[in-house]
């Protein structure tokens, strides 16, 4: 077997099913806990508020945006160049369609792959070098900060390495680091792609039910 | 100054190789045609062999065969002159369009041949050892001179020097400046350095990954030079105090150095980096989008710029970096944190020092004042 087939073939099965369950163990662990009953009458909609809270996050208060804009900007030009990417770049959709949908979907021409693949590039380094030179925020940043990032990193550059597509040994690479960062996916705050909702919803609803304005 | 008129000879084969751009890719059209003449050579020896021996009386025409009309295709395919012509015409400025494509662009041009003997034989010959030869400089200052150390120890008192943006502006900058930086060298230097130490194959990989990663970043950079203009533009124009600063070598022998918030090193270097980085950029930009430019003599000179100026900016960042971190006590904290150390800035910028707190950077009340 060679290396290629090894990365695309059981690793990647490994990989993939680490990835699930251990999302799905987490996700639902979480729900599991459940919240604590509150027992005073309802001046509110939890429901509404959970719905609420989410949508409010999605961009800070006045005075907040302007002091954190270049994050707000770096947060959103990495994740949506990050999904862009992940999702409308022709050798994902070829590889999404290939083994797991068996339909395709229409893809980024190239240039705009590439302008994605930049966009969320800048994103992630604007990111991380504000986690670094912000001294509360490197305070609060541990390994896992770090070392999901460097993942998610390397991952998106050995993908742009393959660009050319003219090596199987760099396609293989880009697998191999895709595997890991599956793996490592579920056991660190990478998790917080499944999670941020509940979190969100949770605060939303708490406030709802109190009758609070968010 | 070679000017550009059309090619003085019109022929089926001048336009075979109007056709290519490069004389690089000429000199493939000539091998192949070497390999196929040598192919038609041996089978016509083959067929007139064989139709000397007994195969020719076992193949035997149908009874129904007609003679189909040959086209002869046009006269004179070969032209009136030898090739020897063609490239001394060539070689004394005459310069050609190719008139049977699309592309407008010059294709053939003398230039070319003194180009790649400039790209061969200095600038991937000697460019790798321009920063290893800084690297050994660095090592052997810090061996002789060590570390700078803050004389009259920290303060333990902080005064802000840049924000937040500021840091970010820099990092984001240092950042795509290493993978452009890392990435160009291998694909400068991979014949002459992977080839010998790893072969063929490796060197393929590895300049094939470098090439998508530095035309990937390279529009980054672009825009992460505009960023730092802006942020670091203030407070890094040339003044008097600057030449007493060079006077003095900037401290690097001993001795106290007066400087405002940048000192005259730091200013070139801003500088050095905005107008070699503007170069870089502008080249870097022809470079990667070759087809919106019909002068070969534009890609050739970007091609050179580009080496240049890319081994200049390495080699002067590394002597930024070296201070910027190990070679200097304190200096790292205000691309950290944002804040130096009172001391740090009396010693470093003591007329930045002055205005910013509006107290004497002589001033012995404050414990273990210096200089
Ligand atoms: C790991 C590598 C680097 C380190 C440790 C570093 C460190 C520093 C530090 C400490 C300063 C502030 C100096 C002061 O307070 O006066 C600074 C400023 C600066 N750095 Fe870097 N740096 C690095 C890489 C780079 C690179 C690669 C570039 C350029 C592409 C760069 C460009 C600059 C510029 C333009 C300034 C401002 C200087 C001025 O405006 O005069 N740095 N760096």
């Known amino acids: ?214 | 100054m070679i000017e550009r008129r059309p090619l003085p000879f019109r022929s089926r084969k001048a336009e075979i190789l109007t056709h290519q751009t490069g004389i690089k890719r000429l000199s493939n059209i000539f091998a192949y045609a070497r390999v196929i003449a040598f192919m038609l050579l041996s089978a016509t020896w083959l067929i007139v062999e064989t139709g000397q021996s007994d195969a020719a009386s076992h193949v035997r025409a149908p009874e129904n065969a007609v003679n189909l009309p040959v086209d002869d295709g046009p006269p004179n395919t070969l032209g009136t002159r030898s090739d020897g012509e063609i490239w001394s015409d060539i070689r004394h400025g005459a310069v050609g369009n190719p008139s049977s494509s699309s592309a407008s662009g010059q294709a053939i041009q003398s230039l070319g041949q003194d180009w790649r003997l400039l790209r061969e034989n200095y600038i991937v010959k000697y460019a790798g050892w321009f920063p290893v030869g800084v690297i050994g400089l660095l090592l052997l200052y810090f061996l002789i001179r060590g570390r700078m150390k803050i004389a009259s120890g920290r303060s333990g008192k902080t005064i802000p020097r840049f924000t937040l943006i500021h840091r970010i502006a820099h990092w984001f900058t240092a950042g795509v400046f290493m993978i452009l930086g890392l990435s160009g060298l291998i694909i400068l230097l991979g014949r002459p350095v992977i080839v010998p130490l790893f072969g063929h194959e490796v060197n393929s990989i590895m300049t094939s990954a470098a090439l998508q990663g530095h035309n990937l970043f390279g529009p980054l950079f672009v825009v992460a030079l505009m960023w730092m203009f802006v942020k670091f533009v203030r407070g890094n124009f040339f003044q008097l105090v600057d030449f007493k600063w060079i006077f003095k070598l900037g401290g690097l022998f001993g001795g106290h150095v007066s400087s405002s918030q940048f000192n005259f090193g730091e200013k070139s270097w801003f500088w050095l980096l905005m107008i070699v980085g503007a170069v870089m950029s502008i080249t870097g930009l022809v470079l990667e989008f070759p087809w919106f430019f019909e002068d070969l003599r534009l890609l050739q000179a970007s091609t050179v710029l580009h080496g240049i100026g890319a081994v200049t900016l390495i080699c002067v960042s590394l002597g930024h970096i070296y201070i910027g971190s190990v070679g200097m006590e304190g200096a790292l904290d205000s691309m950290l944190i944002g804040e130096v150390d009172e001391n740090w800035a009396k010693e470093h910028h003591d007329l930045w020092y002055e205005e910013v707190t509006g107290k004497s950077a002589k001033d012995d009340t404050e414990e273990g004042a210096s200089t």
């Open chain 1, 1 to 214: 077997m060679s290396f290629i087939e090894f990365v695309e073939g059981p690793f990647y099965t490994v990989a993939m099913t680490i990835f699930l369950l251990g999302a799905a163990w987490r996700v639902i662990g979480i729900i599991r806990i459940g919240r604590k009953k509150d027992i005073s009458p309802p001046k509110g909609s939890a429901a509404a508020g959970f719905f609420k809270g989410n949508l409010r996050h999605f961009f800070p208060r006045g005075i907040f945006a302007r002091r954190t804009w270049l994050h707000i900007v770096g947060g959103y030009g990495f994740h949506l160049g990050l999904f862009g990417l992940m999702l409308f770049a022709a050798p994902h959709v070829a590889f999404i369609s290939e083994r797991i949908t068996g339909f395709g979907w229409p893809t980024l021409p190239r240039w705009g792959f590439v302008i994605t693949a930049e966009i969320a590039f800048a994103g992630l380094i604007v990111l991380w070098v504000r986690r670094i030179s912000d001294p509360v925020m490197r305070l609060i940043s541990d390994w896992d900060d770090h070392i999901g990032t460097w993942i998610t990193f390397f991952v998106m550059l050995s993908g742009c390495f393959a660009m050319q597509e003219s090596h199987v040994f760099l396609r293989a690479t880009h697998m191999l680091l895709v595997n890991i960062w599956l793996i490592y996916f579920p056991f660190g705050r990478l998790m917080h792609a499944f999670t941020f909702f509940l979190s969100r919803g949770n605060t939303g609803a708490t406030y709802g039910r109190k009758g609070m304005n968010l």
